[in-house]
T-cell receptor, first 114, second 114 residues
Framework: RKEVEQDPGPFNVPEGATVAFNCTYSNSASQSFFWYRQDCRKEPKLLMSVYSSGNEDGRFTAQLNRASQYISLLIRDSKLSDSATYLCVVNNRGGNTGFQKLVFGTGTRLLVSP | GAVVSQHPSRVICKSGTSVKIECRSLDFQATTMFWYRQFPKQSLMLMATSNEGSKATYEQGVEKDKFLINHASLTLSTLTVTSAHPEDSSFYIC??????????FGPGTRLTVL
């Protein structure tokens, strides 16, 4: 089983639609959680951190359910520029070294059409 | 946000040659940098954790003698792919970690081995 699992999509939505992505993680000791955005052939960029209380940044809302080991991202009023791959990322403390280690999901592809 | 650069952005080389990739944190010092690899349509996979002034910590399955990492200063880490083969063709991305734990990614290096 992958440490971080996401539906690869693609999700095809019209402009203005609301779309939700889900993600599950297997390591109950995971410490922090993020959504990253990755455009084609580019590096990932941090979209937002995810907190248990839920957090919102403009049109984006993230939720974390530690009991279910489940993370979600909601995008409202989709824009064409939202088309990208959204990566669910968890931060684990790595092995014997104690170093922090980001584990990436394979990403969910979003295509927003006019 | 913090800025991380990588050089070169793209490299094409013959099988058997070695390729060096540089990762620099431009406006902050990073005691820890990370090297990732991403094959097409796959997630980023952590290769190694690079610590300034000490040996890198490699992930399981990553050959330390093939992927040489040097982190000689707080702003520079290098990854050398030795005796590259076509199967090493991939997108190599570094990240640098702030003391807060947040990671910022470089723009990536696309390696093609002929």
């Amino acid at each position: 089983r992958k440490e971080v699992e996401q539906d690869p999509g693609p999700f095809n939505v019209p402009e203005g639609a609301t779309v939700a992505f889900n993600c599950t993680y297997s390591n109950s000791a995971s410490q922090s959680f993020f959504w990253y955005r990755q455009d084609c052939r580019k590096e990932p960029k941090l979209l937002m951190s995810v907190y248990s209380s839920g957090n919102e940044d403009g049109r984006f809302t993230a939720q974390l359910n530690r009991a279910s080991q489940y993370i979600s991202l909601l995008i409202r009023d989709s824009k064409l520029s939202d088309s990208a791959t959204y990566l669910c990322v968890v931060n684990n403390r790595g092995g014997n070294t104690g170093f922090q280690k980001l584990v990436f999901g394979t990403g969910t592809r979003l295509l927003v059409s006019p | 946000g913090a800025v991380v650069s990588q050089h070169p952005s793209r490299v094409i080389c013959k099988s058997g040659t070695s390729v060096k990739i540089e990762c620099r944190s431009l406006d902050f010092q990073a005691t820890t940098m990370f090297w990732y690899r991403q094959f097409p349509k796959q997630s980023l996979m952590l290769m190694a954790t690079s610590n300034e002034g000490s040996k890198a910590t490699y992930e399981q399955g990553v050959e330390k003698d093939k992927f040489l990492i040097n982190h000689a200063s707080l702003t520079l880490s290098t990854l050398t792919v030795t005796s590259a083969h076509p199967e090493d063709s991939s997108f190599y991305i570094c990240s640098a970690q702030l003391t807060s734990g947040e990671q910022f990614f470089g723009p990536g290096t696309r390696l093609t081995v002929l």
